[in-house]
């Protein structure tokens, strides 16, 4: 069994930024990333933090906008219009998951589509299912370059991606339909998951459940990709149970260290695209979203 290691990929991805990054301040441009943090989930400041670190190490600017969780829809779509009227900046996002009593699509909507470094506004959903896309949504991006680093060939595989969720397993299902893979969408509450998924050739999971796939249910050889991630005690576990798995996989990714270091990589790519698109004429995609944000 191969662990499929995603930090290592990313410290790779992180060099070639710099270039990038470098070549932006030759021509005085910096990137720059706002954070909108809402409230005090756990889970949300550790992700806070190592965008920060990150942006830190190679040089891109990152502000994060603290915020109450008792704040109001209006505020925060005020302060998400300030942030787009900022022309220094380049990327915006909304730091999930947000207090249940505010609309996280109404808010990503409130956007600038140029600046939706996370790819989660509407204009930027219809442009990835078009395959026009400026901006792939991090998860999804870090897991396709993770199989494209190991040589796992997608095109005419099953595959089965577990959730269907806006920021991971929608898009990437999307993306590996368009690789011509053939895949299915279950979901955690699925009747008979163990079945759905012994036929896989490659399992994503993306759902938050620790413990949701067990070693019973993969077939031998398989590849598995835990996009799940959730705070057990002082761990962090998946979705997937490695002890068991990790008997019949042929690929496994780790947590922490599998897919959860190239989010991050992914993201400040997307920021890093959103700076370089800022500095030269727009490509057809960017004229299509550029300037629509409320």
């Not at 965008?51 to 829809?73: D, R």
């Not at 022309?87 to 505010?102: A, N």
């Not at 699509?105 to 409130?110: E, G, K, R, W």
Request: glycine share 8%; proline share 5%; net charge positive.
């Amino acid at each position: 069994m191969i662990w499929l290691d995603g930090k290592k990929l990313a410290e790779k991805q992180i060099k070639q930024l710099r270039r990038r990054i470098d070549a932006l301040r030759h021509k005085k441009i910096i990137p720059t990333l706002a954070i909108i943090l809402i409230g005090d989930h756990p889970a949300s400041k550790i992700y806070v933090h190592n965008k920060q670190k990150l942006c830190a190490e190679i040089g891109v600017k990152c502000e994060v906008i603290k915020l109450s969780s008792t704040v109001t829809a209006k505020a925060v779509k005020d302060k998400i219009n300030l942030l787009n009227r900022n022309k220094d900046l380049h990327g915006i996002i909304l730091q999930l998951p947000l207090p249940s009593k505010l609309n996280t699509q109404d808010l990503v909507t409130y956007i600038d589509p140029s600046k939706d470094v996370d790819g989660l506004h509407p204009l930027n959903v219809g442009l990835l299912a078009l395959g026009e896309e400026v901006f792939i949504p991090a998860t999804p991006k870090g897991v396709l370059s993770l199989l494209k680093e190991y040589n796992i060939p997608i095109v005419g595989k099953n595959v089965v991606v577990v959730g269907y969720g806006a920021v991971a397993g929608a898009p990437l299902s999307r993306l590996l339909a368009r690789a011509k893979a053939t895949v299915t969408i279950a979901q955690d509450k699925t009747k008979d998951l163990r079945r759905v998924l012994k036929s896989a050739d490659l399992v994503i999971s993306a759902v938050g459940q620790p413990g949701l796939i067990t070693g019973a249910m993969i077939k031998s050889g398989a590849v598995v990709v835990d996009v799940g991630i959730t705070k057990q005690g002082k761990d962090w576990v998946g979705d997937i149970e490695t002890k068991t798995v990790a008997k019949h996989a042929g690929y496994l990714t780790p947590v922490p260290g599998g897919v959860g270091p190239l989010t991050v990589s992914a993201l400040i790519e997307n920021v890093v695209l959103a700076a370089e698109l800022s500095g030269r004429p727009a490509s057809s995609a960017m004229r299509n979203i550029s300037g629509r944000g409320a």
